[in-house]
């Protein structure tokens, strides 16, 4: 599935390294080229926290000399088109999840890949993905949570990219709410069934994008099983809850959708239905007429009414008496 658009407004505006600092008890301390980045990690109290945007594959090989990363990972983390997941190399994470956001009418998606380990965290970019400079900003500025290091960066990160979906999810909440009043008025005309079906489909998508990620955070629950601080289990616990939210509203948003398409289907029957009903009372009621008509156009030789002065009259009176009866009945049983 072809999910990550070659759209220029989504991609990173800068390619390669986009920040990187050197933290000790949760404050900036430095700069660091990526030359010089595992250096400072091996420090006992030092943090490095790399942000990358679109590598090269020369760019990912100098990072992993750096850092050690394990091939598997590198060779993952220079491809888009992963499935969100958590997988574990020695004392290191990496971690895949799917960014979302609304380009042009349609849900765009991309990827961050982190690499979590003792003294760093680097997290890879591709696609549609808002800038994490205000993760960054927000963490430098609670020095005490971020003195809880690598840990605390991977939360801030994952928390950040769940609380992007809502955006999202509120953009298609206010265009299938104007769906429902359309359908209210009248039925939905071609170009409308056709956004019902895009949402439907881009929701799926969706969904499909934030589900792993419940099973992401529950691992990282776990700290008997991965190497993250028990200090911060409670806080991949709120990121857990955040995911099931906007789950639990995806699935609602769909259903919506299906019942909207139902209704817009049963209220063109219904239509499809009355004018059928109409055109069958017509039909009924123009058949006496032509009936009549009919008989008497068939010049048999013995017909004795013929002959009577006011036999033209009598025929009218009893076509017209017999529509009158007709479309009286037809507009008491609502077919007219």
């Not at 989504?10 to 050197?22: I, N």
Request: hydrophobic share 45%; charged share 20%; glycine share 8%.
């Amino acid at each position: 599935m072809d999910w990550l658009p070659d759209h220029p407004s989504v991609v990173c505006g800068t390619q390669g390294v986009v920040a990187s600092g050197v933290y000790v008890g949760g404050r900036r301390i430095a700069d660091v080229a990526i030359e010089e980045a595992g250096q400072w990690a091996r420090r006992p109290g030092h943090v490095v926290w790399l942000g990358l945007c679109e590598p090269s594959p020369e760019l990912l090989h100098r990072v992993q000399v750096q850092f050690g990363l394990h091939d598997l990972a590198i060779e993952d983390a220079g491809k888009a088109h992963q499935r969100p997941k958590i997988e574990q190399y020695g004392d290191a994470l990496f971690v895949v999840a799917r960014t979302a956001q609304m380009v042009e009418g349609r849900i765009a998606f991309g990827e961050t890949h982190l690499f979590v380990g003792h003294g760093y965290v680097v997290s890879v970019r591709h696609g549609a993905s808002t800038s994490y400079a205000g993760v960054r900003g927000r963490a430098e500025a609670s020095p005490l949570m971020l003195a809880h290091g690598e840990d605390y960066i991977l939360y801030a990160i994952l928390d950040f990219i769940v609380d992007n979906y809502r955006p999202v999810l509120e953009t298609i909440q206010a265009e299938v709410e104007e769906i429902e009043d359309c359908v209210l008025a009248s039925n939905l005309g071609e170009h409308a069934v056709e956004r019902l079906y895009m949402l439907r489909r881009d929701l799926l998508r969706l969904r499909t994008a934030v589900r792993p990620l419940v099973e992401v955070c529950r691992r990282l629950e776990h700290v008997e099983a991965l190497a993250i601080d028990a200090a911060m289990q409670p806080l991949f616990r709120d990121v857990t809850d955040h995911v099931y939210r906007v789950q639990e509203e995806i699935d609602a948003l769909r259903e919506v959708l299906a019942f909207a398409f139902e209704a817009s289907q049963m209220i063109g029957q219904a239509q499809q239905t009355a004018i059928t009903r109409k055109l069958a009372a017509w039909a009924a009621i123009l058949a006496v007429p032509t009936a009549v008509a009919g008989i008497y156009g068939m010049n048999f030789e013995y017909m004795p009414e013929l002959k009577w002065h006011v036999g033209y009259f009598a025929v009218l009176g009893v076509i017209l008496l017999s529509c009158a009866m007709l479309y009286r009945k037809f507009r008491r049983d609502r077919w007219l």
